[in-house]
């Protein structure tokens, strides 16, 4: 009675492992669960030609003046928002009364949820790279675009669905309204724990709106499977400080559906595949393009002058 229980108890937990996909750190599970670079063969899209994260080569991005600033809706409205331990990560929903616009996007699009990747005692934890550089915590707000009511309806869109990512930098001073997030995830130690964060302001957890005229733009994919290729990026370059204490204790909360710390939760960089990371264009202009304009001016003012 005793052993076959067992027997049940320990099959389910190895047919619930097969069946899902996992992170490179859920070592436990490492024969049946699909890392990363297995999870192509549970999902074809993750193999795909156009997928998320991607380290950004910042010598070869392209400035393209069609990229102006985003306008944000709703970043300022008091909500109580919902915090669910999904397993693999932890999503934090949004109404849709939180929109974005502007910035090159194809309209207009509501935020469903964000959530955070981040990686174990404050080492790297980002997706995204930068000249192959790590941040140790990466923040993604999910939009889909206005017509569509689902992330799944967004999914078969091209341009369905647009993240706002943000990296974030270790600083001296904890960021107060990180706290507040990181004590909910503790609420929502397994898989399916729902907690409720009062008093909750997008802007209080963003850089403001006048410091994120800067970003880079691509194409690419979520970046969970089935990492549907619907995704618009847009990664602003102001970075989030917070503190190391708060960096190690978001990975000491939450555990995975296997019961094994949540951590070392991103995905590793995807091939670029030919596609153009854009940067928008109101980023600072390059010393050496002034030295260029400066030069021109004189001439042409030293020939009217002659
Ligand atoms: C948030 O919840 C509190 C009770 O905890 C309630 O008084 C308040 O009206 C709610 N606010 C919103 C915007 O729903
Ligand atoms: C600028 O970016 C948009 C995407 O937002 C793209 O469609 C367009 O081709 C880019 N323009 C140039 C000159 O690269
Ligand atoms: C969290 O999930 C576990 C496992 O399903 C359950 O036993 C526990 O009661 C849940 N706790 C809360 C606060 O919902
Ligand atoms: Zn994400």
Wanted: overall charge negative; aromatic content about 10%; glycine content about 8%.
């Amino acid at each position: 009675m005793d052993f076959a229980l067992h027997l049940s108890t320990l099959l389910s937990v190895l047919t619930h492992c097969s069946a899902q996909w996992c992170y490179k750190s859920q070592y436990s599970c490492d024969n049946t669960c699909r890392d990363p670079s297995r999870w192509p063969g549970l999902f074809p899209d993750c193999g795909g030609l156009r997928q998320s994260p991607i380290n950004i080569v910042t010598n070869h991005v392209q400035a393209n003046h069609s990229l102006s600033p985003l306008t944000f809706y709703g970043h300022h409205n008091i909500l109580n928002i919902t915090v669910e331990n999904m397993g693999h990560s932890a999503h934090f929903s949004l109404p849709s009364s939180v929109q974005v616009s502007g910035g090159g996007l194809a309209g207009r699009y509501r935020a469903i949820q964000f959530h955070l990747h981040w990686g174990v005692d404050a080492g790297p934890g980002s997706e995204h790279t930068v000249d192959g550089e790590h941040y140790p915590m990466e923040l993604h707000i999910v939009h889909i675009k206005e017509p569509y009511n689902s992330l799944e309806e967004a999914e078969h869109d091209k341009s369905g669905i647009a993240l706002l990512a943000f990296l974030f930098e270790e600083s001296n001073d904890d960021h107060h309204h990180y706290n507040s997030l990181i004590e909910a995830l503790g609420r929502v130690q397994n898989n399916g724990n729902q907690s409720t964060v009062p008093g909750f302001r997008l802007c209080d957890i963003i850089p403001p709106s006048h410091d994120l005229h800067d970003y880079y733009r691509y194409v690419g994919s979520m970046t969970t499977p089935g990492c549907e290729q619907a995704v618009v990026w847009t990664l602003f370059h102001r970075t989030i400080p917070v503190s190391n204490r708060q960096l190690v204790s978001v990975a000491q909360q939450a555990q995975f559906w296997t019961g094994q710390p949540m951590t070392g939760i991103f995905r590793p960089v995807q091939p670029l595949n030919g596609r153009t990371v854009y940067r928008s264009a109101t980023s600072p202009v390059q010393p050496g393009l002034i030295t260029v304009w400066l030069y021109v001016l004189q001439s042409v003012l030293g020939r009217a002058l002659a």
